[in-house]
């Protein structure tokens, strides 16, 4: 008895070099009736050469990366092609008999100057999984909807406006991504996607949310952060199964109680001057919103609170009752000490002074408070200053982006890395340090990337040392004032909750 085997062809990344004659080489092609799947990945290829399309039997086709700036029509003869990759090249359409790839399930085109798709294109109707971010999309064709076995549609960073009305069609739809396109409203016809469980619609100009998004009951993850939105719909309700809410940077002065109980809900950079009462119940912050940092005693599940760039200038002594409080930042406020019943906050593992502070811990020592002559701890780094840049605004992440400058920035983005503290002396010895990038959930803001590292560190203890619910607190840029009676300035709060 025989078993047939995959045969797998696999070029060395960078064996291909720009001015060769042959920049696939021929032995490949030796199989090229029982090869079923090739991968060309970053092999600066400029040209695909015609032996490749003899490959009947080739299923998979994985080739980001290089510098293709055309897709043959020769595609046409991969008959039995299932999953095709040409991310990253300078492709800018696709051939109109594509839709002779009957097979296609999965196609990554992301990172590519891709102006329209053909009419063929929607005749890929076993296509479930679609990623065409950062492209120059200005519309989609409007029969998109014979696509019905859509799962995946990723959209990110195009130039849609609108969405075709045939797109009600993709009722197979779970995840849809229209993240940083030029959306003035929601489309309505999305509402009739019924089997939509993540929903990205950030980084576009709404300014407001229908109500009609409450009919879409099985979504789990919406994130409408870097919009105009001034106000939300009490029928978004509706949404019974939603459990990750982000709304920051938008221009909300208030939240309707019917939001509920989320897992991760974040507020943050809006107007708000108080929170929904049923959510405050439940991560055990007092219903006075407006005297939670003076009644912070209460909050005694909590283990991650930020509270940054808020003009404090002291911390009540309740603060020693958290005594499951492990991270901590007070960075950018007006602190000249510390209460000395921190000394009660055993499993303390970073307190953040400073946005320059290189250690998570930096000792402190105790001294007489000079008015009350009570013990206070203090250390180099008190009293706090206000930063130099304090009423400056921020440059936004979300400027147009520039055509001129797409394949300076599609090389560029062969390469992701950070400058995380800790590897410091391991760059300068050998560079950047690559890691891999999820967006999915949700990205942590730049300023509290090393709290956030503290952060997951801890979990991963608790987890493993059978700890239970983690609470997390972050209060930072809103406009939720202190009551009059402990303190007559404002503090800024913004408000990311995340319950894991």
Excluded at 231 to 251: F, H, K, Q, R, Y
Excluded at 253 to 266: C, E, K, N, V
Aim: aromatic share 6%.
């Amino acid at each position: 008895m025989t078993t047939k085997r995959k045969l797998i062809g696999r070029l060395v990344p960078c064996r291909c070099f720009r001015g060769e004659e042959e920049q696939v080489p021929k032995e490949i092609f030796s199989f090229e009736r029982t090869l079923e799947e090739l991968y060309l990945d970053a092999n600066q290829i400029e040209e695909l050469p015609k032996q490749l399309f003899n490959c009947q039997a080739l299923k998979k086709l994985s080739m980001p990366d290089n510098d293709l700036s055309n897709l043959p029509t020769t595609i046409a003869s991969l008959v039995n092609l299932k999953e095709l990759d040409i991310s990253k090249n300078g492709i800018q359409e696709f051939p109109d008999n594509i839709k002779c790839c009957k097979g296609l399930s999965v196609v990554e085109a992301s990172v590519n100057p891709i102006t329209k798709l053909p009419d063929g294109f929607t005749q890929l109707l076993n296509l479930t999984q679609l990623f065409l971010n950062d492209a120059f999309l200005e519309y989609l064709p409007a029969n998109f909807g014979r696509l019905s076995k859509l799962r995946i549609l990723e959209l990110r960073e195009n130039h849609l406006k609108t969405m075709p009305k045939s797109i009600h069609r993709l009722t197979q739809l779970e995840r849809l991504d229209l993240g940083s396109n030029e959306f003035s409203e929601m489309p309505e016809v999305l509402e009739q996607i019924h089997n939509l469980k993540e929903l990205w619609l950030d980084n576009n100009s709404l300014q407001s949310i229908p109500g009609s998004i409450g009919k879409l009951r099985q979504l789990r993850y919406l994130d409408l952060a870097k919009n105009r939105i001034e106000s939300l719909d009490t029928d978004i309700s509706g949404c019974e199964a939603l459990e990750d809410l982000l709304l920051s940077s938008n221009m909300l002065q208030h939240l309707p109680d019917s939001i509920g109980i989320l897992r991760t809900f974040a507020a943050d950079e809006n107007f708000l001057t108080e929170l929904p009462r049923e959510m405050m119940d439940y991560i055990y912050i007092p219903v006075c919103v407006c005297v939670c940092v003076f009644q912070i005693g209460n909050c005694k599940n909590v283990t991650v609170m930020s509270l940054r760039s808020n003009k404090l200038e002291f911390l009540p002594d309740e603060i020693g009752q958290m005594t499951k409080l492990r991270v901590l930042n007070l960075s950018d406020n007006r602190l000249k000490n510390l209460p000395f019943t921190f000394t009660k906050l055993k499993d303390l593992a970073a307190l953040w002074l400073s946005d320059n502070q290189s250690k998570a811990l930096i000792p402190l020592q105790t001294e007489a408070h000079p008015e009350t002559k009570q013990k206070v701890l203090t250390n180099y780094m008190f009293p706090q200053q206000p930063r130099h840049d304090e009423g400056k605004s921020v440059n936004s992440d979300s400027d147009s982006f520039n055509p001129t400058l797409w394949e300076e920035q599609r090389q560029q983005r062969m390469t992701v890395a950070f400058d995380f503290e800790d590897k410091k002396e391991e760059e300068d010895n050998s560079g950047k340090v690559e890691i891999n990038l999820k967006r999915y959930p949700t990205p942590y803001p730049e300023d509290l990337k090393n709290m956030v590292k503290s952060v997951q560190s801890l979990v991963g203890k608790s987890v493993h040392a059978g700890h239970g619910l983690q609470t997390v607190i972050l209060l930072t840029h809103n406009c939720i004032p202190i009551n009059s009676k402990c303190s007559h300035h404002f503090f800024s709060h913004s408000c990311m909750l995340k319950l894991q």
